[in-house]
């Protein structure tokens, strides 16, 4: 009989398993077909502190973001952004005109940092304000700054739903970005 009850009370120690969690690539609506710029990278991609973090953050309770212990991030989630972000651009410029993260820059390329600011869910809306520089070769032209505040309705708070919506939000400012590198001529 002790046994069985030794047995049964190891049986619910067991934890949950795991959930693993990544971004998804938003299709755009259309291929920035007039971009005439010189190849972009994504050089840099800061997230905001507390999202910082390889679990992902439950921020359904107003104000407060809670740690979601079985819910994990693929990667450091700077590193997905910046990845998905490339993705994203590539979908939207014509082909040739990015260069992903991990390969060298080329001279004469437009490199690009991005700081995400802030990422808050309120209701049933995530939104996300984000600022970029982009920086072209030495000697070219000048940088160009830009802030944005995106918005995106969310279908949950879940953290599959959290996921969904940091990907929305980033193909939306693979928009602004494609429409603010398009304005550099090439050299």
Same mark, same amino acid.
């Given at each position: ?16 398993? *795991? ?11 259309? +291929?920035?077909? *007039? ?5 972009? +990278? ?9 999202? /910082?973090? =390889?679990?992902?953050?439950? &921020? @359904?309770?107003?104000?407060? !973001? $809670?740690? #979601?212990?079985? /819910?994990?991030?693929?990667? &450091? ?8 972000? %490339?993705?994203?651009?590539?979908? #939207?410029? &014509?082909?040739? @005109?990015?260069?992903? &993260? +991990?390969?060298?820059?080329?001279? $004469?390329?437009? $490199?690009?940092?991005?700081? =995400? !600011? ?15 520089? =982009?920086?072209?070769?030495? $000697? @070219?032209?000048?940088?160009? +700054?830009?802030?944005?505040?995106? #918005?995106?309705?969310? *279908? ?11 990907? /929305? ?5 693979? /928009? ?6 398009? %304005?550099?001529?090439?050299?």
């Amino acid at each position: 009989m002790l046994a069985c009850t030794i047995a049964v009370a190891l049986g619910a120690c067991r934890s949950s398993p *795991t959930r693993i969690h990544g971004l998804d690539t938003a299709v755009p609506a259309s +291929r920035l077909q *007039t971009y005439q710029a010189p190849p972009l +990278r994504i050089d840099t991609v800061n997230v905001p502190a507390a999202w /910082d973090r =390889i679990e992902v953050l439950d &921020p @359904s309770a107003p104000g407060r !973001l $809670g740690i #979601r212990e079985f /819910d994990h991030w693929s990667a &450091p989630l700077a590193q997905l952004a910046r990845q998905t972000l %490339s993705v994203d651009l590539d979908l #939207r410029l &014509p082909s040739g @005109s990015v260069i992903y &993260p +991990r390969l060298p820059k080329l001279v $004469g390329s437009l $490199g690009i940092n991005i700081d =995400i !600011l802030e990422f808050r869910v309120s209701g049933s809306e995530a939104s996300m304000q984000a600022s970029w520089l =982009i920086v072209p070769a030495a $000697g @070219s032209q000048n940088a160009k +700054r830009n802030v944005a505040l995106l #918005r995106d309705a969310m *279908t949950s708070t879940e953290p599959s739903g959290v996921a969904q919506a940091w990907s /929305d939000l980033l193909g939306q400012l693979a /928009d602004h970005i494609a429409a603010d590198a398009a %304005s550099f001529g090439k050299p």
